[in-house]
């Protein structure tokens, strides 16, 4: 069902066969962890855990962004590199864990604020 002439249907594709680098999330968090109550944390089973060292950031607060790159295409990061550096409010370089196991690859890029 097509609702208006402006909206086309998404076209899924295997993401093995993805192509280029794409921003999936970007989230941020708080350094200071003793203002949250944590919750009870019950075992599920899960995918993948990133674990983030921050101590070495600079600023009050952590930014997390997770992208999909093209396997073998690790140049693909570099506009985003370049852009998380160019923002004023960056405190520190961020950091790229790369994973490139999986296809495409995935990275968790980290910069303090």
């Known amino acids: 069902m097509l609702f208006s002439q402006y909206h086309k249907p998404t076209v899924w594709q295997r993401i093995s066969k993805f192509t280029g680098s794409r921003q999936l999330a970007s989230i941020g968090l708080a350094k200071n962890f003793s203002r949250i109550k ?11 855990i990133v674990y983030v060292d921050f101590r070495t950031l600079r600023g009050d607060t ?8 093209e396997r073998g295409h690790i140049e693909f990061l570099q506009s985003s590199l370049d852009f998380f550096q160019s923002l004023p409010m960056i405190s520190s370089n ?6 490139t196991f999986t296809n495409p690859w995935l990275a968790v890029v980290v910069y303090g604020t």
């Open 38 to 48: 944590p919750s009870r944390y019950e075992l599920k089973k899960l995918d993948g």
């Open 62 to 69: 952590i930014n997390v962004s997770l992208h999909l790159t």
């Open 94 to 99: 961020p950091m790229i864990s790369v994973f």
